[in-house]
């Protein structure tokens, strides 16, 4: 499931991904992304990877997911918020290579992650 979440009056979306992911989860965080840089012109996110069933993610939400690659261009800044080392090296590669700040955080982190993604 892919809960999507904005905190209110900003341009801070949370996702949070864990167990299954539908293509409906995905339509829902498209049309919350859509919103948000319609409103704010970017978005700040907090990407929180909780325990993710591989097995049950749609192959209509991996489409959905592989097209949703164009929001990187309206990314301010990424907190990753995940106890999963690899996903901590993909973010070290969103800030060298797309020039997004991005900043791993562990799961027991996530105010520090709210602190950071809120800061100026």
Request: hydrophobic residues 45%; without cysteine; proline residues 3%.
């Given at each position: 499931?892919l809960e999507?979440t904005?905190?209110?009056?900003t341009n801070?979306?949370?996702?949070n991904?864990h167990?299954?992911?539908t293509a409906a989860d995905?339509?829902?965080?498209r049309e919350?992304?859509?919103?948000v840089?319609?409103e704010?012109?970017?978005?700040?996110?907090?990407?929180v990877?909780?325990?993710?069933?591989?097995?049950?993610?749609?192959?209509?939400?991996?489409?959905?997911?592989?097209k949703?690659a164009?929001?990187?261009?309206k990314?301010e800044?990424?907190a990753v918020?995940t106890?999963?080392?690899?996903?901590a090296?993909?973010?070290?590669?969103?800030t060298?290579?797309?020039h997004?700040?991005?900043?791993?955080f562990?799961?027991?982190e996530?105010?520090?992650?709210?602190?950071?993604i809120?800061?100026?």
């Open positions: 499931m999507t904005v905190q209110s009056g801070i979306v949370t996702i991904a167990g299954g992911i995905m339509q829902h965080m919350v992304l859509d919103e840089i319609r704010h012109d970017s978005v700040r996110m907090v990407a990877r909780g325990d993710i069933d591989f097995a049950d993610i749609s192959p209509r939400a991996l489409w959905l997911d592989l949703s164009g929001y990187i261009k990314l800044r990424l918020v106890d999963v080392d690899w996903e090296k993909v973010s070290e590669w969103t060298e290579l797309l997004v700040p991005t900043r791993r562990h799961l027991d996530r105010t520090a992650a709210l602190a950071w809120s800061q100026p």
